[in-house]
């Protein structure tokens, strides 16, 4: 079971659990792009709430 | 091929023996984090105030250093000697390693549980952290000198290999795995030189009597030298599963071989120096180094930003294998039925969010709002509690067949676990993220003050703790799921053999379209040691010129103050 | 529409409860103050509700990746 | 190197990400004017912190009551001996510090490492034998906060803790 290097794999691989192959060049991760979008947004608002209104927004404060 | 058990026979023992040591520590650490869930909150008190500083060490390093490190390096052996197809060289030093960490394990143990009894004076109530002058008994610091010697020895076992390896297959790649764990192990053994110094040469002598004292914040310094790196040497193995195991649970195919091989590499570049940002609240330290180690943490967050991608982007590969479709539907495609699949996912959602309270604890005065509260602590056990120990308990589902010969129990049961794990744990670490912006202090075993109050900002104190306390039943609950179904595997009570062996596949893009610069272990040690020398270096000479190598007290202090004022004057 | 396998089933209830309990917290961040006696209990009742209609009105197979049947092995 | 084209796009967000992060703490020391601790207390004989040298004339012990000691303006300073198990002054008898002050706070620890945190605040910093701790804070609402001991220091380290008020102006009884 070790890893080789070929790009052929046989579908055996995975227990006949699989439908298709699907190869590097036929296959855009848009799932991904999406819920990666929506995390960076998260972060990016959380961030600001953090920063502005959690620790700038109270006081007193080491100067 | 036939099963690793089969195939490796010894080092499937080696394995094995990891993971039982492992698991005991687990057992133990969990056990202990129970009490302290429901002591602290006030609900139950089964312990005295000053024992549950002991129970606290005793959760501490049984989870972080023994739980988590003997897993590691079990599932290290493994992957070496897939990966490369061979047993060890000499299975003496084999044992010889994981000999060491056992006793190393046994004599801080022993230490550490002096701290329950009268009987002897024996104790080492200091917390994972040991920051002198707090002091522990001799033999616990001895003991977790052996045990890191004896991980230093299983990485020399692990280059052996490779190099007989490399012999026999010139010019080839280096399997992903085997690259993985020698960058892990380089990483590491930068990492430990920190803590090295620290016991061997200020905090055993001092806690034998050789000298008279210690400076308390250049231990402290060392200790984090070792002690944010040591964060990696958890999650690499993390990483490793996350990418060539995982897409092939959700029937997929890693998405990038080269990519996978340039995180390994920044985490061995970037990883060291970093340590100065637990101490952005340290007097001694002066402002632009503590910056300076926030850059290098920030750049840190890239190879995990890269991995969620590269992970999500694998796992949406076999989805789409399985037929799934649609920008999101997809997701119901995936095989939620294997505790080893939803136990890893689950725990890469929630590493998801503790990026998020990581990047808050990196932002240096923004430190003000969190150190030391309950938030910190709400953050790591997202980390190391749940990326690193529910992925450990996940994959355990998958490995536990390779190296035992034995069918998992009941893979049902296993998803009960996992998920009461994820659930415990988001209600658990979620509250302990808002005491702590309330204020609430970590590591106390009473945080009810006479005229202190704690404002949350939302939701009750009361409420909250009520969070905290339920969350470690169901992590409680949990953990005893899990030791009942490791025992059940390991001792086939279902006698079932194991299912035919694994295979993992190959990435999508693979090896051969990483630029070869990137093997080049010498190359990035190299990088990696310069950093550390270029931030720690007139840090560490200004707190040993400002109190000594040994405190005031020490006898040496004059004469090496005077010498590293000498380097410092030629190195700044 | 077609049930889910139990596991997705299970995994589902697990991410509807942790959602109930934080959905509290959200509340207060926007504004809305509800009791904690008035808010569990309301919510305890939406998620049985939730899970009842999804027993009932959903057709009793499993999903096409026959995780009800996987998940007996 | 083949690499996605969705994967060059999340790494150049990342690095926007990271370079977003250290914009933002940069202007919180540069725009808002918030300092870190660092070493400009220096260090400091553990046995012996009563004797410290705030400026010439004045040491630690002089300035250690529970009242701020004025200094100029607005500016005042109190020192604070953190230690097993409590803060002296601040425990026995609350600090006190006028409303719409500067004060700067000097504390050292005599024995093992502590942390003071003020709950509901920004002021929190590390105790260290052997160095000084100095920091400024801007006092401007009267108001009374708890102080509390927020790195473990022993058998008994749950009941460190203490109370600073910041005082209204017309009932500030000390120099101003």
Redesign the interface.
Known sequence: MSSGTESDVSPDVWDGEIEREIGHDEYDPVGTLGLIAIYFVIIALLWVFMYFVEFLGRGPTVV | MGLFVDEHPDEAFIVRAALMSSFIALLVGGLMGTIQALHRTGFVQVIDNSTYYTVLTLHGVSLVILFAIFFLVGFFQWAITDSLGRGAVDPRLTKAWYGLMTLGSLMAGIAILGGFTDITSMSADVLFTFYAPLEAHPLFYAGLAVFIVGTWLAGVDWFRSWWLWRKANPGERTPLRTFMVLTTMLMWYLATTGVAIAVIFFLLPWSLGLVDSVNALLTRTLFWFFGHPVVYFWLMPVYMMWYVILPKLAGGRLFSDPLARIVFVLFLVLSVPTGIHHQYLDPGIAEGFKFLAMSNTMFLLLPSLLTAFTVVASIEHGARQRGGTGYFRWLTALPWNKPAFTGMALAGLMFAAAGFSGMVNAGMNLNYLVHNTMWVVGHFHLTVGTAVALTFMAVTYWFLPEITGNSVFSERLGLVQVVTWFVGMVLMANAMHRVGLGGEPRRTADPFYEGVTFDTALGSIGELHLQIALGGLLLTVSLLLFMAHVFLTWFDVASRPAPKPETLPPALSGPEHAPAVLGNLRLWTGIAIALIVLTYTLPIAAIVSGNGLFGNAGVLAWGVETLVSLTAGVVG | MRR?????L??LF?FV??FA??F??LL??LGVEVA?QVYFPAAAAAVIALFAAIMLFTDDEA???G??Q???? | MQIHRYEKLWFGVSLLLIVGFIATITYGAVGAGIQMVGDEGGTVDPGEIGDYEIRDGTTFSDIQEPQATHVEGDSYEVAVSSQQFIFNPGTSEPIQVPENSEVTIYTSSPDVIHGIKLPGTNVNTMVIPGEMTKITVEFDEPAEYGIVCNEFCGAGHETMAGNLEVVPEDEWEGDA
């Open positions: 889910p396998g139990w596991a997705g299970f995994v697990a409860v942790v309990v934080e509290h917290t207060g961040m904690a999903d096409e990746d995780d009800a996987a998940a007996t092995s």
